[in-house]
C-alpha cells in the first residue's frame, strides 16, 4: 500500500471504518465517499453549528459550514469551517430532467469538508461530492489489494444514477415508485452501484413515497 493510502487507512481505523470498499483513487487522487464521512462524524461526535447561506440563486448555492469536535478535556475542543459550492452545469452536473439540488450538494460539499479537515484528511483524500469534474475522468485505478474490485466510472456512476432519480420524479403514484424500484432491469442497474450511490437512490425513492402519501394502503411492499 502506498505511503499516503496508508495515512488514510490509520485515521479511518479510529472511527472504525476500513480503507477498501470506501475510498478508491480518480486520475491518483484519493476520493471517499459522503456516507463515510457522515458515518464518521457521527462517530466523533463532530456537531455542526447552522449553516451560513452565502449566495443563494435558482442554480447556486454558496454556504459557509462550522463543524466542531469535542476534545479529550475542556479547551482542547477543535473548530474548523470551510464552503460548499454548487453551480448547476460548472461543478454540478444534473442528467436529462433530474432535478438540481443546489442546497443540498453545497452543504454536502461544505460538511464534508470540514470532517475531513477535523480528521486530519484534508489534503490527503476529497468526498465523492467534492467536484463534478471527478465524474468526468476515467475509471479508477485499484487502491487496495488484488482482491478489492475498483468501482465503475464516475460519469457512468452518475449517468444511472440521474436517470434513475428522473424516473422516480416522474412516478405519480405510490405504486408507480414501487414497480419501479422492483423491477429487474432497476435491481440490476442499482446492483452495479457503489453502495453509497446505492443508499442514495433508495432514499431519494423513500423520499418521493413520502411526498406522495406513504405510509398508506397501496397493496403493495415498498421496495425503496
Not at 89 to 94: A, W
Amino acid at each position: 500500500m502506498r505511503t499516503a493510502d496508508k495515512q488514510i487507512a490509520d485515521i479511518l481505523v479510529r472511527y472504525g471504518e476500513p480503507f477498501g470498499g470506501n475510498v478508491w483513487r480518480v486520475q491518483g487522487t484519493a476520493v471517499i465517499y459522503h456516507k463515510t464521512l457522515e458515518r464518521i462524524a457521527a462517530q466523533a461526535g463532530i456537531v455542526f453549528e447552522p449553516p451560513t447561506i452565502i449566495r443563494s440563486e435558482r442554480d447556486e448555492a454558496v454556504i459557509l459550514v462550522t463543524g466542531r469536535l469535542p476534545g479529550a478535556k475542556p479547551g482542547t475542543e477543535r473548530v474548523e469551517w470551510s464552503l460548499g459550492e454548487a453551480l448547476v452545469n460548472v461543478n454540478y452536473r444534473v442528467s436529462g430532467k433530474q432535478a438540481a439540488y443546489v442546497y443540498a450538494m453545497a452543504e454536502k460539499r461544505g460538511k464534508d469538508r470540514v470532517i475531513l479537515k477535523l480528521i486530519e484528511l484534508h489534503g490527503l483524500v476529497y468526498s465523492e461530492e467534492e467536484a463534478d469534474e471527478f465524474r468526468a475522468h476515467q475509471p479508477a485505478v485499484r487502491a487496495v489489494d488484488e482482491d478489492f474490485e475498483e468501482p465503475p466510472a464516475f460519469d457512468e456512476i452518475t449517468e444511472a444514477e440521474g436517470d434513475l432519480k428522473r424516473r422516480i420524479d416522474e412516478a405519480e403514484t405510490i405504486n408507480a415508485v414501487t414497480d419501479l424500484m422492483l423491477d429487474g432491469a432497476t435491481q440490476a442497474v442499482l446492483a452495479t452501484m457503489p453502495a453509497g450511490t446505492r443508499d442514495e437512490v433508495r432514499d431519494y425513492a423513500k423520499a418521493r413515497l413520502v411526498a406522495l402519501g406513504w405510509p398508506k394502503r397501496s397493496g403493495r411492499k415498498s421496495a425503496a
